[in-house]
Structure formats: structure tokens, C-alpha cells
């Protein structure tokens, strides 16, 4: 029922760092697990990263650590912080929160249909 909404991407040059932000009711933020996932043009959407409401972070394993994700449950905002861009990094970027779990992640950050709230997504940009 509720959309998240993404916002802080934009067009970079590789190298340079951008934080996305994901905004979600407080109930829906302190209820679930939330993610970033990311889906590059002729590509599945893969998992980015999860955080659950104890802070532990799970990484996907595709991620070579430039990925940073982090929370401010005051907002119950969820953020992104991506550093060192490269054009590979090219993608609408999603966030997303965990149905079937109460306030933890799954073992893996997947689109495996246990997630919701997909909104319009924030494109980033990166030119080498």
C-alpha cells in the first residue's frame, strides 16, 4: 500500500560521492527490515544493502564496500552512501522494506518478493 519515496541521485563524474535518502511512514520504518536495491538498464534489480532495527547491516555480496547504509529513526529516513562512483555504478536505485519479518532482514538482500513499497526510484548517473 505505501510507496516509499528515494531521492538524492543525480549525474556525476566517476569518483565523486552521492548519499540517497528513502523516507517511509514510522510505522512501516519501525516495524521492518529496509534495503536499497538497484537495477541497471537490461538488468535484474539486485540487492544493494539491508539494515535491521538492532543496526546489524548486511551487504549483498556483489558489493565491493563502497556501500554504506544507514538510518535516522527520528526521520525514519534511510540513507545511502555510495562513494567512489564508477560508471558501473550506473542505475535507478529503489528502497524497499522486508513483509515477511518483523524488524530484521533476511539472510540475503534479494528481490524475492518478500519486499514492498517500490516507489519511482532515484537514477544515478555516472561518466567516467
Known amino acids: 500500500q505505501e510507496h516509499l519515496m528515494e531521492s538524492g541521485g543525480g549525474s556525476v563524474q566517476a569518483g565523486e560521492s552521492l548519499r540517497l535518502s528513502c523516507t517511509a511512514s514510522t510505522d512501516t520504518f519501525r516495524d521492518h527490515c529496509m534495503a536499497w536495491f538497484r537495477q541497471a538498464p537490461g538488468k535484474e534489480r539486485e540487492g544493494v544493502a539491508g539494515i535491521d532495527k538492532f543496526g546489524r547491516t548486511n551487504y549483498a555480496d556483489s558489493m565491493n564496500g563502497r556501500f554504506t547504509i544507514s538510518e535516522d529513526n527520528s526521520k525514519s529516513a534511510l540513507f545511502l552512501q555510495v562513494s567512489t562512483l564508477e560508471p558501473g555504478d550506473t542505475a535507478k536505485y529503489y528502497c524497499?522494506?522486508?513483509?515477511?519479518?518483523?524488524?530484521?532482514?533476511?539472510?540475503?538482500?534479494?528481490?524475492?518478493?518478500?519486499?514492498?513499497?517500490w516507489g519511482q526510484g532515484t537514477q544515478v548517473t555516472v561518466s567516467a
Open positions: 524497499a522494506y522486508y513483509t515477511r519479518l518483523r524488524q530484521i532482514c533476511p539472510e540475503k538482500i534479494e528481490d524475492n518478493g518478500g519486499w514492498a513499497g
